[in-house]
């Protein structure tokens, strides 16, 4: 009976580590596609990448820590990278995480 408690404690703690992670992984995510977006339309660049993805990292609150932030735009995509820390309920764990995001750039034809 009495190791039924530790067991039930690190099943309990690893689900949450698991959420956590997803939750950065998310956060990751929307700050590329914040970033990518602003930059595939027509006159876009990749400062506005980096202004958009920027502010939308400011929204995200500690959902991820250490943020980098990697625009590129070329004449056919644009692309976005973001990586990060995610937080960590586990001691000595720091799990990390980057997103990637494309699209095409808007071209009038």
């Known amino acids: 009976m009495i190791i039924w408690l530790p067991l039930l404690f690190s099943v309990m703690f690893l689900a949450m580590q698991g959420a956590l992670y997803y939750y950065g992984r998310s956060a990751a995510l929307t700050i590329a596609n914040a970033g990518v977006r602003a930059s595939a339309v027509e006159h876009g660049t990749e400062g506005d990448c980096q202004a958009a993805a920027s502010a939308m990292a400011g929204k995200v609150g500690d959902a991820l820590t250490g943020i980098t932030i990697h625009c590129t735009r070329s004449t056919d995509t644009a692309n976005a990278v ?27 034809t």
């Open 82 to 108: 973001v990586g990060g820390s995610t937080l960590s309920v586990i001691p000595f764990v720091v799990p990390a995480t980057e997103q990637h995001s494309s699209l095409p750039v808007e071209r009038l």
